[in-house]
């Protein structure tokens, strides 16, 4: 099943996010050539792909778990996470409709 990963992120995160963004990636990566990965990618802070020094409020991913509680132990896992970059992480079940 799918899970969706919504990450809020902290005040001014963009420091945080540069120096833990390769462990990041490199997680993520492994879950897209592993065939589990929807999407994944932040939120811009301001109405534009390339918000510059405004950086991002938090990061969305919709991959595919085992269970709910496998979901939440890789999101726990995550290098932002231990860097700081995310004020609060919410797991949740996802159903793919569309398209």
Do not use: C
């Not at 020094?53 to 939440?72: K, N, P, R």
């Not at 726990?76 to 992480?89: L, R």
């Amino acid at each position: 099943m799918y899970y969706a990963i919504i990450s809020q992120d902290v005040e001014d995160s963009l420091s945080l996010r540069a120096s833990a963004r390769p462990a990041h990636l490199a997680r993520l990566n492994a879950l897209k050539d592993e065939g589990r990965l929807l999407v994944a990618g932040p939120h811009p802070a301001l109405d534009t792909p390339e918000p510059g020094d405004a950086g991002f409020t938090g990061s969305l991913v919709i991959a595919e778990f085992d269970s709910l509680e496998l979901a939440q132990a890789w999101a726990d896992a995550d290098p932002y996470v231990e860097a700081g970059v995310y004020q609060h992480v919410i797991v949740k079940p996802f159903k793919a409709v569309l398209p």
